[in-house]
């Protein structure tokens, strides 16, 4: 399996805090069948700042000690960049990274609550340079939840998403699982994650996740994951089956 998103690198944001961290969780994540790791440090989320350069200097030194400690994981740089009004600035002036560096895909976080009204127009410009936006967990985003056409329409226009696998597994409540599946069962999302900060709190459940999509949407749905996983680190097209909007049940009230 390959886990595009993941908080590994230690000492970065609020993921790994020390080397053992790092390597605890590399130990976890081949447990679990993961073979490859996109390190994805928090980016201008108001908390920290992982530029480019920093974050391939802190891959290559992650990947040392695994060799060292003979353990079966490749670790690939990547970002998880808040959405932020200079991104196409800062990604021109190489500070700005996409996933293994393939030019190709660019990870972006929406706040928690909102989704900003310069969404749609960021979301041109990062396309007008060749990129292809990937709006991560999406199924955590509260005005996603209250309004899922507003994901309907970006990805009509050309925008992935990716699904966090503990939310599909229940870790974050029965709302965002529920939704999770939704996003599935609509063609909503195009890859599972994990996500993972530690291998208390915030694990893995790559495996977990992966019986679930496979019993719950058959095995081709969980093919479709993976092979999009392995297109976007390797630069190429992710498939993708025609969007649906998510249909909200209307409660009707008794007078």
Known sequence: MIDLHCHILHGMDDGAQTIEDSLHMAKQAVS???????????????????EKNEI??????????LLQENIPLTILPGQESRIYGEIIKDYQN????????????????????????????????????????????PERNSRIIEDPDILYNLINKGVLTQVTASSLT??????????????????????????????????FHMQEASDLISSEYGIDMLYLFQENADAVINGNVCFKHTPEKIKKKKFLGIF
Request: glycine residues 8%; hydrophobic residues 35%.
């Open 94 to 137: 190489g500070k700005i990274l996409t996933l293994n560096q393939t030019g190709k895909y660019l990870f972006i976080e929406l706040p928690s609550s909102q989704v900003p009204n310069f969404t749609e127009k960021l979301i041109y410009d990062i396309q007008s340079e060749g990129l292809t936006p990937i709006i991560v967990h």
């Open 56 to 65: 391939i200097q802190r891959v290559e030194r992650l990947n040392t000690y």
């Open 170 to 203: 229940g870790r974050f409540g029965k709302k965002i699982k529920k939704f999770s599946m939704e996003l599935i069962e609509a063609n909503l999302t195009h890859m599972v994650a994990s996500d993972a900060h530690n291998i208390s709190g915030r694990n």
């Open 32 to 50: 679990e069948g993961i073979h490859t790791i996109v390190a994805t440090p928090h980016h201008k989320n108001g908390k920290y700042i992982n």
